[in-house]
């Protein structure tokens, strides 16, 4: 009998902090979904941004030194990701490939002008930054017009502002739940041990001592729930890539950050939820106990 009721009593533990271990990980998993969803987001931004061309249409008369001058203004902006220059020639073979008719059998000449393309980095990408380029390149006569889809800038800029807003809330609300979550978790552990710990302390233990094992053994299960956690999202990201989206879901930058996260707030709420809960036992009267 005595031995069925120790067993009894070591299969209630394990399965107590098992389930726990297993709640605060899925809370983890949630958390770090979301930190996946707004570095995805940020990678998709910069993407879209640094894919807008900005054409700087050349005049006719335009001359390899004017060509050198402006190219090299251009290597030498920080704003600039990349330019390439386009001939009269290939621009015409551009259009041709794309509209399907020939100017030149019309008009006896190529019309379209060469140009340069130019895209930039991402963090330039806007309405006021895109109206002083085009002042700044007005000193070069060569250069006849600075052309950019301003309407899709514009409404870009304002879907991004809107929608980080969004996702920002949202993270806010899920570390909020996760928070919550994982304390009630290890709180309702802690309340089922409650008695271990008023016995500790009534036969002298000091309250270092009786910390000691329930703060390990809580951050031992965040930091076990972290790696689950983490675990599972490299599966999600796996599954992901499978489905042949140009995500940088394996590049050590885009995941660095999510385990940091992920393992940071395993450990402290797991930490910090314990200690209070945990201090919480030790202060209370044998007698309050009862009726809590």
């Not at 490299?234 to 140009?246: C, H, T």
């Amino acid at each position: 009998m005595p031995i069925n009721t120790e067993k009894a009593r070591k299969d209630s533990f394990f399965n107590l902090y098992f389930t726990s271990t297993i709640s605060i990980a899925v809370a983890l998993f949630m958390l770090g979904l979301v930190a996946m969803l707004l570095l995805w987001g940020n990678h998709v931004t910069r993407f879209a941004k640094e894919n807008l061309v900005v054409s700087l249409i050349l005049s006719d008369a335009t001359t390899d030194d004017d060509l050198t001058r402006i190219e090299n203004y251009l290597a030498s902006a920080d704003f600039v990701k990349h330019y390439q220059y386009i001939s009269k020639d290939a621009a015409l073979e551009e259009h041709i490939a794309d509209v399907g008719d020939n100017p030149m059998e019309l008009l006896g000449y190529n019309p379209i002008k060469a140009s340069i393309e130019v895209n930039l980095k991402a963090e330039f990408i806007s309405e006021a930054f895109l109206q002083k380029l085009s002042k700044d390149i007005e000193i070069y006569p060569f250069v006849e017009n600075v052309a950019y889809q301003q309407i899709m800038i514009s409404d870009l800029n304002t879907n991004v502002k809107r929608i980080s807003l969004v996702l920002l809330l949202i993270s806010l609300i899920l570390v909020l739940i996760t928070v919550i979550l994982i304390n009630n978790t290890i709180r309702i552990s802690i309340y089922s041990k409650r008695f271990v710990i008023n016995t500790m302390k009534l036969v002298g233990a000091k309250a270092w001592f009786i910390r000691r094992p329930f703060l390990w053994r809580f951050v031992k299960n965040g930091l076990i729930a972290s790696f689950l956690a983490c675990f599972g999202l490299f599966g999600v990201g796996y599954y992901i890539q499978r489905m042949d989206f140009s995500l940088p879901l394996y590049d050590y930058r885009f995941f660095v950050p999510i385990i940091v996260v992920v393992f940071a707030v395993g450990f402290l709420v797991s930490f910090l939820a314990a200690l209070f809960c945990i201090n919480r036992y030790i202060r209370m009267k044998s007698g309050d106990l009862y009726f809590i």
